[in-house]
């Protein structure tokens, strides 16, 4: 071993003690005679001094920057104590000293707020990952696994590694292939994550499994995206929606307390899909705060889809007074923005040209401001008195001194408008305290989509989500075929909720999961939903369609997003900085060069040519 | 939740409670209007006893083997106790059930002595993972990877995830690649190892790192080898070998105790590479029992390397008193038998046939029984007088009522069926018991092999393996290129060590490692002694050689076979029982059939064509 003790151990108690520690150098600093060193390994920081004896030798080897040191020395109470660091109270007075590694100057500096940007930082992510910055988040990332590790250990989970090498059964996301040199023409795929194989494990009685496990998917890379990426992926058999969410949020619960200490003692709130989509306009709600939307006029299926909830508008059931804006709209939402109301001009103006940026796409945005003496100025004053002022506003809750910002529109993009206009204010408010965590089950999810393209059913969450238990026979006994595509939302299936779960922190969905099909039927009618003939359903999920045909128990699961989980815990938005080796946006290892051509050879063993090489 | 207990947990201290129960039906029997049904669970057995009242319901539902039942019932005492399973003392008086699930005769019987052949339980995977017997190898498996994560967590290693789509730098086996659609042409690769990564991480301060990892050759597959397969892959940063054998002689010490309650206290024996070809005929040598090979002519390389342990043989020094056989050889190998004396002229020819067979190839073998009676009969008795037979037959250790058994040839292939032979001896003698557990370690491998065919040098271990401290200046100092084959063994780097490890489990190695070249010089002088050009190596291993300029720290590390220790442990042969979900020997998943050929459209996406069809 090259030393005794890491630098981040020791402490005046060890005054007097001769040690050796390993290490690099951060900083050297010349005091006449004497020089001192910052010595830096992963636990710490040690302040080594040189006495004037050593003098002689430091010329002949000078000490630099990221230079890999040995010394020896004892152990010696500081003068100068620095309360900010554990080992602040003693340094090391060295008696001799080697150097291990010399280093070049590092293309940026290894500090937290270095001055290396992006591309460099991952060009040379080996000294990136020596700040402490990343080093923190690597280590809480491991906080995390280990801690879901012990929970899911104590509730009887098995670990039990599924293969990589697997076949393609492209559904939704594109699959990576990886040709197969013993059979020529023929590929493996790698797994978008272990569905089946946890499903078959519950097959094959395991009845509580977990893996944290890599999976891959071969998209478009949006910013923070990975092609590779982590998943803690789990499923129990002989349970209900409800045993799920009892078991996984307590997991969630325990992660705060292992890696942040946070006591989340209240129980985890709950809202159904649709609930989401008309309180807060998405479906992964961040609920650190309030502004719920107001719907103030309502799209036409939804009469004809009767949602329960609904009241009547405050703008009246048909018409918005002659404002064209509204009338025309197919939807009005609203939303009140705490303190608003002592806006100015300038400032709502700004809020205006936000919401018609081309990545929220509105045309313009109504206001009716508060005042805390009981008025209501807004920018539809022609349109509406006062009374439908006060109404309006009542609608979103604003109290006096609030602003309520009012969109029109088009149903999905005004939905989706009000949705981030709501994440901004309250960004903009300090409303999104990053060590603030709320949890939220979202529920109830529609089974399918309709897809215009094709004319047919697609599955929201995956082929083997399970419908609720009472649109099991709905499903059964009608056609999927969509006869006359402009009423899609009257057929039997557009109704259809999925036995289907997300876990949402903070406004990120987290985790997702199921309640399975299990009976062979059902999965067969899936399949037939999804536009899948017999031939292609046998061909690409005939074992598991087996597998059905002995015994399958009733069963369902959940995946966590790990590399999400991690960044949110760690108060980052950004996934890549929790990722020890990620790719760039391009899904490209910047670091290693990869991917790269391989061989003529390797192509050659491989049976396969390479486009414009043919 | 479908039960309020498992199969496995009911004894007579619940009698009387109401319980429910989910699982699979193991066996029905009927007695007159009484039905016993066993169920089945991850965790146990269970007797229900359904009554005259439910056998109108059991008529019109009636139970097969492997139903999913879910039945609700009153615990009670048996009259008839089972003393073989934890819930023997009591039965489940049966109130209600339903069937969750119905089953198939299955294609084999679910039982540890199963009628299924290989193929057919391969095909039907999800229901061999049911049976008792690789339930167990699972269970064993968890157990091993989870007594690992503890160990190595205490002992302050961190789990980090390096990458899976990295660069094809294929050295010795073949990558398995995966084409990128995003960057047409190029090819990402899947990791044989994480080698690079965790060095780099080494370099970036990391310390002490673990992965439970898969790994990926594309290698022609023998028996008992899977293209994809599991490392426990583990690194350290500031140690030399000393620190690496000792910690991880005690992770597997650990594993013993946590998984086999074995206290293994006795200090792991140490051997060289050298040691180990001379005494035992191979690198990883079974040391559950002796059977030590005695040379009895060395091979004339030998006199020119000095090797200082040999003593002078007993046949002597330049031949063997006339006998073509030995005369001829170059080496002359014997081991002694325990109690063969006594075997007969039947037993010795059957002997001679099995070292005569293809695999092992020797023209014949001779032999000496070591009488009972302190004489010496011999297959050689013309060529050899008593005095001659008692010193060769000491060289072997051998007592009275032994038998030596002795083989002749050239080097290699003799020594290799020594060491056969002595496995099968202490095979037919009951010596290799899969309940007893010996460790060995193997020190100081070569660093190089020498390549006929392409007259240079190949590393052993791999290229990133440091010399010994003493031979890294030999490295440094001379020209790697051989200029006479013929002299090859002359050649300085012919002798030198590698500061590498292997660790023996009873005659297989369950794992490997090395310190690391960390100096940028010495690497590039590796790879220019494995015949890569400088571009070669900065196009392959570029950010490797980089890191090393910034400050790269002493390491070494280790990676376990996972997949093989769990099987040794298991006291198996074979490492596909201890896979959940293994390919057979030519690389297919028969249960998935895959590989498989893909869509038009994928392969059109990634720009790539297969043989014959461009």
Redesign the interface.
Known sequence: ???THTCGELKLENAGQTVEL????QTVRKFGAITFVDL????GITQLLFGEDLNAQLESNPLGR???LQAKGTVSERSNKNKNIPTGGIEILIQSFSI?????V?PFTIQDDTDGGDDLRMK????D??RNAV?KN??L??AV??SA?NYL?EQGF???????????T?EGA?????????????????PQSPQT?KQ??M?????RYYQVV?C?R?E??RADRQ??F?QIDCEMA???QE?ILNMFEALVKRIFKDVRGLDYTEPVERISWEDAMWNYGNDKPDIRFGMKIANLKFPLHVFTSKIAFLQNSPLGDESAAGFAVFDSAETVVAISVPGGSEYSRKQTDEITEWVKRPQIGMKGLAFIKCGTDGTYKSSMDKFFDAEKLKAIAGATGAQAGDIVLILAGNEERTRKAVSELRLEMAKRLGLRKSNEFKLLWVLDFPLFEYDEESNRWVARHHPFTSPKPQDIQVMINNDPAIKDAAKYLEHPYANIKANAYDIVLNGNEIGGGSIRI??RALQEKMFAALGMSKEEALHKF??LL?????????HGGIAFGFDRLCAILGGSESIRDF???P?NN????V?????????KK?LE??????????
């Open positions: 071993m090259y030393r390993a290490g690099w150098v830096r390994d992963r636990y990221e230079f890999v291990l590694n010399k280093s070049a590092p040379y992510r080996y000294l990952l020596r080093k690597l280590e990332r491991y696994n280990r590790r250990h098995y670990d039990i590694e599924t293969p990589f090498l697997i076949k393609s492209p594109r699959d990576f292939v990886v040709p197969s040199r013993m059979n020529p023409g023929e590929f493996y795929a790698l194989f078959l494990l097959v094959s009685g395991y009845d890599k891959f071969d478009d890379l092609p590779e982590t002989f349970v209900e045993d299990y009976q005939g074992f087996g597998a059905f045909e002995y015994g399958a128990p009733p990722i020890a080796f790719k391009s899904g490209r290892d670091m290693l060069d990869a991917p790269s051509t391989i061989d390797q063993e491989l049976q396969i040519k390479t486009a414009g090489k043919s």
